[in-house]
């Protein structure tokens, strides 16, 4: 089973930029469809990005698209997300997510989740 951890969070300033990764062992990595989902204060679990396995096509959130970016290096065993022009409204933990089939913005295709890792976004 494929253990998952992310980093690179933090606290930034309105339209700044973060790199989160998620990091992955005890599994074929390659194998797995990737996501990333978040989770804001008082709010529900929500989809952010979802890649492929390899050569990866990618999916994003309509409320993402166009300053994240998601990718991966298999041979790192490695997932990232590319965050521009943050906004308040990113605040949340973020989480990674590793599944073999279905609907990647949906959280049931995924069996394995990382602790998530807090991104702060301040106005």
């Known amino acids: 089973q494929v253990s998952l951890r992310e980093s690179g969070g933090g606290v930034v300033q309105a339209g700044g930029s973060l790199r989160l990764s998620c990091s992955a062992s005890?599994?074929?990595?390659?194998?797995?469809?990737m996501g990333w989902f978040r989770r804001a204060p008082g709010k529900e679990r929500e989809f952010v990005a979802a890649?492929?396995?390899?050569?990866?096509?990618?999916h994003y959130a309509d409320s993402v698209k166009g300053r994240f970016t998601i990718s991966r290096d298999n041979a790192k065993n490695t997932m990232y997300l590319q965050m521009n022009n943050l906004e308040p409204e990113d605040t949340a933990v973020y989480y990674c997510?590793?599944?073999?089939?279905?609907?990647?913005?949906?959280?049931?295709?995924?069996?394995?989740w990382g602790q998530g890792t807090q991104v702060t976004v301040s106005s």
């Open positions: 005890g599994g074929t990595f390659s194998s797995y469809l």
């Open positions: 997510a590793a599944g073999w089939s279905g609907s990647g913005s949906d959280a049931a295709t995924y069996g394995r």
């Open positions: 890649i492929s396995r390899w050569p990866g096509s990618v």
